[in-house]
């Protein structure tokens, strides 16, 4: 099994930034793709950003330029970086891990427990 902890969401102000982080153990060979969605009250959960095990991100539009995804492969650990919060950004972010639990071995991927980020004044 695998099991995702989640930590840095709370209430900023319009204009703050947060950052978040998700660490990834258990049952781990390689992580692929590691990355952040979020979901807001009434609305499906989106991609917010990801980052590939080759260096290669991507970013939903309404997040480039305020948002950077990093992550530290040894702690098996994804950021979220987020610069110049909206109230829009307002919604529970959920970390998402694509792993091989061996060599040459099936992907499975995992969702965090989603942790709330508000943006309000």
């Known amino acids: 099994q695998v099991q995702l902890v989640e930590s840095g969401g709370g209430l900023v102000q319009p204009g703050g930034s947060l950052r978040l982080s998700c660490a990834a153990s258990?049952?781990?060979?390689?992580?692929?793709?590691m990355g952040w969605y979020r979901q807001a009250p009434g609305k499906e959960r989106e991609l917010v950003a990801l980052s590939t095990s080759g260096g290669g991100t991507n970013y939903a539009d309404s997040v480039k330029g305020r948002f950077t995804i990093s992550r530290d492969n040894a702690k098996n650990t994804v950021y979220l970086q987020m610069d110049s919060l909206k109230p829009e950004d307002t919604a529970v972010y959920y970390c998402y891990v694509n792993v091989q639990k061996q060599f040459r071995g099936p992907r499975y991927a995992y969702w965090g427990q989603g942790t709330q980020v508000t943006v309000s004044s």
């Open positions: 258990g049952s781990i060979f390689s992580i692929n793709t």
